[in-house]
């Protein structure tokens, strides 16, 4: 049984959600449908700040910051005291590097203020760093 068993636990709460969500493959299509426009809104405005972002089509994206600005990890803590909280994705693999961030899709609102934080941000990056 341990061979064809997977390596989590998938609690019975979580086993109901989805034979639920079985159930309603209407609901769920526009809910995809939603994400993914709510993703290429977000990937198209983060580009437009100059940041590679990597196609996908998870409920979150992946993006390189340009070299000349903060570090994810600066972006991060900048983002932090705006009230907008980004993950700084270096801990999700070795090559990411120290600009890699991850953002998740949200709704519509959410998303243009993360754009707004990030690109003040950035924009005030040089400022920040001089003494």
Known sequence: MRSITPPWV????SQVAAVRALQSPGYYRDRWDETHGLRRQLTADLRGLGWDVVDGCAGFVLAHLPDEGPTAAQLVAGAREHGVFLRDAAGM?????????RIAVKDADSQRR???VVDS???SWPLARTP
């Open 114 to 116: 993360i754009v707004q």
């Open 121 to 123: 941000v950035q924009r």
């Open 93 to 101: 693999g070795r090559t990411l590097g120290d600009r890699a961030v």
């Open 10 to 13: 998938v609690g019975l709460v």
